[in-house]
């Protein structure tokens, strides 16, 4: 199987996504999967997998069965809407996980995960257009979904309620 992975937070600042993201690719990679993972990212620095990880890259590499790719740099929403769908078709992606949106069509099943609902619970932090964005496309997303994941029962919570 081919799974396609928005990997854009990888290469930014530290943030939880980024940790999850992360985290998540090391236990792919210890679990020897027979897969195929694709690396989606219009940026580019050093990654290792490693158990350390300084965001400069530790020159352990990646398994042989991960690959990044490199996208053109747009807009966070051209790109999730119009490179990652052609992405995925290109590389004939089996499956693509993304964190929160997705892109509206994309030729294969769909994965996301949700770690909180921030811009709504505290939309002062959040501009406005992004909140907007959010509270439109996050549902389209979850409509397209195969599966969705949450990462506690409070942020399940809240996106039931």
Known sequence: MRIGIDARVLFGPHTGDRTYLLNLL???????????F???????????????????????GLPANFRIVRLPKLSRWLYTGVLLPRACAAYRVDLLHVQYIAPLTTPCPLVTTVHDVHWK?????FPT???LLM???LPLTFRRAT???TDSHASRSDLVH
């Open 26 to 36: 090391r236990q792919f990679a210890a679990m020897d999967l027979p897969h195929e």
């Open 38 to 60: 694709l690396l989606f990212t219009d940026r580019f620095e050093p990654l290792s997998l490693g158990a350390r990880d300084e965001g400069q890259g530790t020159g352990e």
């Open 121 to 125: 619970r505290f939309p002062e932090t």
């Open 129 to 131: 257009r992004d909140r």
């Open 135 to 137: 509270d439109i496309f």
């Open 147 to 149: 599966f969705i994941i």
